[in-house]
């Protein structure tokens, strides 16, 4: 697969000004020391970095990594990208509820405070998202700046079982690794299966409305549309050209006059059948306008990380009812107890399938 380097948010800028920040911390010449037992590791950039034996305390650059690494080593963890909100922190493990926020270090509004990263003592930094050599040069300049190892893994949504048994061999969890990794496999390898024999003038044109305005989008090859080709439907907002997330303008959005409405908002589901901006759509007049479930992290995007392994189900039997009209609350039940280590109760499950009902008609 080509990298669509354009998919991923640009990260240079504010690294850079984080390591000028961490010039002003740290004397001159002086860097973190790695820890005495130290191992060769190859990261998915084929970087190799010097790496504790058994690294404890992991920080998360993004939110993508956030996700990966509570769903496999949650207690080594040294803090959140932000503080989960109160209906959050109800979809995640108690010990992991209350972790600081550490900001963000990389990616689109970096937020990261690296006194305060500093001050937490990492011995390991893992991203992931792009491998390509703008971002292998970031980690670089980090590690050397900071003397923590940073560590680069694909956050390419066909990479993620690759990804999990990557980072257990990082962390020395094989095993718990290679469970969640089957997991993942047999979640893409179930819904491709059946979507396999959907003929193509079956396979629905989908619209992925970001935003309360709903008119930012992922253009053809973004990250945050991946799911899409996993179910073989189609993302109408490609004819634009590649790219990541972008505003298109409501002229576009009737021109494509999708099958289909995917959104995030809920302000943005509940008012689009009064809108007259999007009330003739076809999505519309059909009532085939849902809301993706993210409690605690979104399924279809927002990160586009492994939380999205559930978000595979959930889209197929939004998309294709017939073929998929049952089995989805078993399958949450067992994602969140594997991967968010929590039993949900009955409540929390129809909290998170709501928005799977059809969507409000003009």
Same mark, same amino acid.
């Given at each position: 697969?080509?990298?669509?380097?354009?998919?991923?948010?640009?990260?240079?800028?504010?690294?850079?000004?984080?390591?000028?920040?961490?010039?002003?911390?740290?004397?001159?010449?002086?860097?973190?020391?790695?820890?005495?037992?130290?191992?060769?590791?190859?990261?998915?950039?084929?970087?190799?970095?010097?790496?504790?034996?058994?690294?404890?305390?992991?920080?998360?650059?993004?939110?993508?990594?956030?996700?990966?690494?509570?769903?496999?080593?949650?207690?080594?963890?040294?803090?959140?990208?932000?503080?989960?909100?109160?209906?959050?922190?109800?979809?995640?493990?108690?010990?992991?509820?209350?972790?600081?926020?550490?900001?963000?270090?990389?990616?689109?509004?970096?937020?990261?405070?690296?006194?305060?990263?500093?001050?937490?003592?990492?011995?390991?930094?893992?991203?992931?998202?792009?491998?390509?050599?703008?971002?292998?040069?970031?980690?670089?300049?980090?590690?050397?700046?900071?003397? %923590?190892?940073?560590?680069?893994?694909?956050?390419?949504?066909?990479?993620?079982?690759?990804?999990?048994?990557?980072?257990?061999?990082?962390?020395?969890?094989?095993?718990?690794?290679?469970?969640?990794?089957?997991?993942?496999?047999?979640?893409?390898?179930?819904?491709?299966?059946?979507?396999?024999?959907?003929?193509?003038?079956?396979?629905?044109?989908?619209?992925?409305?970001?935003?309360?305005?709903?008119?930012?989008?992922?253009?053809?090859?973004?990250?945050?549309?991946?799911?899409?080709?996993?179910?073989?439907?189609? $993302?109408?907002?490609?004819?634009?050209?590649?790219?990541?997330?972008?505003?298109?303008?409501?002229? /576009?959005?009737?021109?494509?006059?999708?099958?289909? %409405?995917?959104? /995030?908002?809920?302000?943005?589901? /509940?008012?689009?059948? /009064?809108?007259?901006?999007?009330?003739?759509?076809?999505?519309?007049?059909?009532?085939?306008?849902?809301?993706?479930?993210?409690?605690?992290?979104?399924?279809?995007?927002?990160?586009?990380?492994? $939380?999205?392994? %559930?978000?595979?189900?959930?889209?197929?039997?939004?998309?294709?009812?017939?073929?998929?009209?049952?089995?989805?609350?078993?399958?949450?039940?067992?994602?969140?107890?594997?991967?968010?280590?929590?039993?949900?109760?009955?409540?929390?499950?129809?909290?998170?399938?709501?928005?799977?009902?059809?969507?409000?008609?003009?």
């Amino acid at each position: 697969m080509t990298v669509n380097t354009a998919s991923f948010p640009r990260r240079g800028l504010r690294l850079r000004s984080i390591l000028r920040r961490v010039a002003l911390v740290l004397p001159l010449g002086l860097v973190l020391a790695l820890p005495a037992a130290a191992r060769s590791f190859t990261d998915a950039a084929g970087r190799t970095v010097e790496v504790p034996e058994r690294p404890t305390r992991i920080l998360a650059a993004g939110p993508p990594a956030s996700v990966l690494l509570y769903t496999l080593a949650p207690d080594r963890m040294i803090g959140w990208i932000r503080s989960p909100t109160p209906a959050e922190k109800a979809y995640l493990a108690p010990a992991a509820r209350d972790l600081p926020a550490t900001g963000r270090l990389t990616g689109r509004g970096g937020t990261a405070n690296v006194e305060a990263v500093l001050g937490l003592r990492p011995d390991l930094i893992i991203d992931v998202g792009s491998i390509a050599p703008t971002y292998v040069s970031l980690a670089d300049r980090v590690q050397t700046q900071t003397g %923590i190892p940073y560590v680069l893994l694909d956050g390419h949504f066909e990479r993620t079982a690759e990804t999990y048994r990557r980072l257990g061999a990082l962390l020395g969890l094989e095993a718990t690794a290679v469970d969640l990794a089957g997991v993942a496999e047999a979640a893409v390898a179930d819904v491709a299966r059946v979507v396999a024999t959907v003929p193509d003038e079956r396979r629905p044109r989908v619209y992925y409305a970001r935003g309360p305005k709903g008119l930012e989008t992922g253009l053809g090859g973004s990250i945050n549309v991946e799911l899409l080709g996993v179910v073989g439907a189609r $993302n109408v907002a490609a004819a634009a050209g590649p790219g990541g997330i972008a505003t298109v303008s409501p002229e /576009q959005v009737l021109a494509w006059d999708p099958d289909v %409405i995917l959104t /995030q908002d809920a302000g943005f589901r /509940q008012g689009i059948g /009064q809108d007259p901006l999007w009330s003739g759509l076809r999505a519309v007049r059909a009532g085939r306008v849902y809301q993706v479930p993210a409690l605690p992290f979104g399924w279809f995007d927002a990160p586009p990380g492994a $939380n999205r392994l %559930i978000g595979i189900r959930w889209l197929a039997q939004v998309l294709y009812p017939d073929l998929f009209p049952t089995g989805l609350e078993a399958a949450t039940r067992d994602f969140y107890r594997r991967f968010y280590h929590v039993e949900l109760d009955d409540g929390q499950v129809a909290t998170l399938l709501s928005g799977a009902a059809a969507g409000p008609k003009p």
